[in-house]
């Protein structure tokens, strides 16, 4: 296969991969694993979610708003489709198995 695509493209091998798109690759012998750290860690810092507070469920069981909680259904959703996408492009490239 290398050499088939040495022929039909003008290429060069640098060796093996280790990061690339900010996805790190580890190589063994039972095969190339990818680590999602560097790309999580460059989607927090991008929308300042450092301090935020962990959870293993997407919303508690139960939780109720507070009353008097003004939700403006209209307000600029960009940030929020901005960090699904992140973690869908997360998702797609390294658990396709989850995906």
Not at 28 to 34: H, K, N
Request: hydrophobic share 40%.
């Amino acid at each position: 296969m290398r050499d088939a695509l040495y022929k039909r493209f003008q290429m060069k091998s640098f060796g093996r991969l280790s990061i690339g798109l900010d996805i790190a690759f580890h190589w063994t012998s039972g095969g190339c694993f990818l680590l999602q750290t560097a790309y999580m860690n460059k989607i927090i810092s991008r929308f300042g979610l450092e301090a935020a507070n962990t959870s293993h469920l997407p919303m508690q069981q139960g939780f109720k708003s507070a009353k008097g909680t003004d939700h403006n259904h209209n307000a600029d959703n960009t940030q929020y489709r901005s960090i699904i996408g992140s973690l869908l492009y997360l998702g797609i490239t390294t658990r396709l198995d989850i995906v």
